[in-house]
């Protein structure tokens, strides 16, 4: 079935950046897309960003509109999430996200998840 594997998570300064990465395994589809969301402790899991794999649309969360950027590796079935100018409110863990339907920010549309990696942002 579909496995997704993040990594890049780690403790960084506010202000720095942070790079992370998913890998996607399984059925192979056209047409899927990836995305992030995040959960902060005590807190509900929030859309960060999401990525049409076929033709790049992208659709971000106002909070990291001009800061985080989604992109996909389509050779190597791998979505990543650049992080810059971090603040303290982005520390959450973050996971990775697939399924076949346009890019959404509802959770409910995606059905296939990864563990999780935590970002930690000190300040």
């Known amino acids: 079935q579909v496995q997704l594997v993040e990594s890049g998570g780690g403790l960084v300064q506010a202000g720095g950046s942070l790079r992370l990465s998913c890998g996607y395994s399984?059925?192979?589809?056209?047409?899927?897309?990836m995305g992030w969301f995040r959960q902060a402790p005590g807190k509900e899991r929030e859309f960060v960003a999401a990525?049409?794999?076929?033709?790049?649309?992208?659709k971000y969360a106002d909070s990291v509109k001009g800061r985080f950027t989604i992109s996909r590796d389509n050779a190597n079935n791998t979505v990543y999430l650049q992080m810059n100018t971090l603040k303290p409110e982005d520390t959450a863990v973050y996971y990775c996200?697939?399924?076949?339907?346009?890019?959404?920010?509802?959770?409910?549309?995606?059905?296939?998840w990864g563990q999780g990696t935590q970002v930690t942002v000190s300040s």
């Open positions: 399984g059925r192979t589809f056209s047409g899927k897309t």
């Open positions: 990525i049409s794999w076929s033709d790049g649309t992208t």
């Open positions: 996200t697939a399924d076949w339907r346009p890019p959404s920010a509802m959770d409910r549309q995606y059905g296939y």
